[in-house]
């Protein structure tokens, strides 16, 4: 199986979900890895496994109820980050200690090695590295394969990792419930910057460029660009990550700017555009032909049904199965 590289290269398209009762049996479930666990201490192994493959990135959730040593390593050309979520103990990943304010990271070139406490639940990504490099240095102007150079344990906070831990753990509890969804491009693609997004606010190797404040007349002159784009643009999923390629700033920068002119952040901004855009395709949609909420929700990057429920309902006061249902 070919991994993904720079190019047109994506990782198979699958979801995973598995219990274990073997070492060898758990090292094999991840896709295009290369590894071997060895069980170190005594008793019968019980593990569960949960995987999500899509694009240039892979999701998953890897419990065990023994200490192993792990060796092998990521598919090339890719970058990990893992968070745990339940711990006993400690373990060593590439010699440091680890622990439950640990976030480890591997390169794609990097040797694993990691010795896990007893008992172990964590959290992952595996990315494309050039793809998260090129989000990183177009949308924060930080190189973050530099930053990362020689660490295992990533540079973090215990903010960062709970803000890691949170998106994983929303995210595959979407896609487990409707792992159709991601056949939409759009859905794909707002995970994706979702994910590349939280884990550069969760590193913090404390060398990203500061961004002086813009002006107030620059300001007004960004974010009516910002507007004239997404005019432009109406009919598309707009994120974050888009913005700042076309207008050639920051993420900060464009906060500043969002926030002063139209005291709202472009997080929010953006999802209330992408909001009205679901109820307007919701107000037009043909029922007779099979049209769904979770279809329409999922072509505007909602990857989670509960939550978008929620936030739409506060948005428009109702439902957006009323909105459906609503002859037209």
């Known amino acids: 199986m070919t991994p993904p590289g720079h190019s047109a290269d994506r990782l198979p398209y699958c979801c995973t979900l598995r ?43 890897e419990g065990l109820n023994q200490s192993v040593h792990q060796v092998g390593g990521a598919w090339p050309g890719s970058r990990t980050f893992a968070v745990p979520i339940a711990i006993e103990g400690t373990g060593s990943f590439g010699g440091a200690a680890y622990d439950a304010e640990s976030m480890l990271t591997l390169g794609g070139s990097d040797e694993l090695d990691f010795r896990t406490p007893r008992r172990l639940e964590i959290l992952a990504c595996t990315a494309d590295s050039s793809a998260l490099n090129d989000y990183a240095m177009q949308v924060d102007h930080r190189d973050l394969e530099a930053e990362l150079a020689g660490h295992r344990l990533a540079p973090t906070t215990p903010e960062g990792i709970s803000l890691l831990g949170s998106l994983l753990a929303t995210m595959m509890t979407g896609l487990r419930a409707t792992p159709e969804l991601l056949k939409h491009p759009q859905m794909r693609k707002a995970m994706e910057q979702a994910v590349f997004a939280t884990l550069l606010d969760s590193v913090s190797t404390g060398t990203a460029r500061s961004t002086a404040a813009p002006c107030c007349s620059a300001r007004q002159q960004l974010v009516a660009r910002a507007r004239a784009y997404m005019e432009a643009h ?49 107000k037009a949609a043909d029922q007779s032909r099979g049209a769904t909420v979770a279809d329409i929700a999922a072509r505007w990057g909602f990857w989670h049904l509960s939550h978008f429920s929620a936030e739409y309902k506060a948005m428009f006061s109702e439902l957006p199965s009323e909105t459906l249902k609503r002859p037209g």
Do not use: M
């Open 234 to 282: 109406i009919d598309e999923v707009i994120t974050v990550a888009d913005l700042c390629i076309e207008l050639g700033v920051s993420r900060r920068t464009l906060q500043y700017s969002f926030q002063d002119v139209l005291d709202l952040n472009p997080v929010k901004f953006l999802r209330a555009i992408r909001l009205n855009a679901v109820r307007r395709a919701l």
């Open 19 to 61: 219990d274990t009762l073997d070492a060898d049996e758990h090292a094999a479930c991840l896709t295009n890895w290369q590894q071997r666990y060895d069980q170190l201490t005594a008793g019968s192994f019980a593990g569960v496994f949960e995987e999500f493959c899509f694009g240039r990135l892979q999701l998953f959730r």
